[in-house]
């Protein structure tokens, strides 16, 4: 099973997040594949796969990939 985050907005977090966004070059709408998620207090950071740093959790959806061709979209509460 893989969880997969669709960028659903650059606009999102503090500053340094929406810079972070657009160094990277993420692109609105594209879906990628979640290497890791750390949960805390008051944030979430998504790790996503070949990439080196971490990206806020606002600003993404998630989708969790259960065969093929059926995607699932879950809450913020993830269990991996």
């Known amino acids: 099973t893989m969880i997969t985050a669709k960028v659903v907005t650059l606009n999102a977090g503090y500053e340094s997040d929406k810079e ?6 993420l692109k609105l709408g594209v879906a990628y594949n979640v290497e890791r998620i ?3 207090q008051s944030s979430t950071t998504i790790h996503l796969v070949d990439y080196p ?3 806020n959790s606002v600003s993404f959806d998630f989708m969790k990939i259960v065969s093929d061709l059926t995607f699932m979209q879950i809450n913020a509460s993830i269990s991996i």
Do not use: H, Q, T, V
């Not at 972070?20 to 070059?25: H, I, N, S, Y």
């Open 20 to 25: 972070r966004a657009k160094e990277w070059d």
């Open 53 to 55: 740093y971490g990206f």
């Open 38 to 40: 750390s949960m805390g």
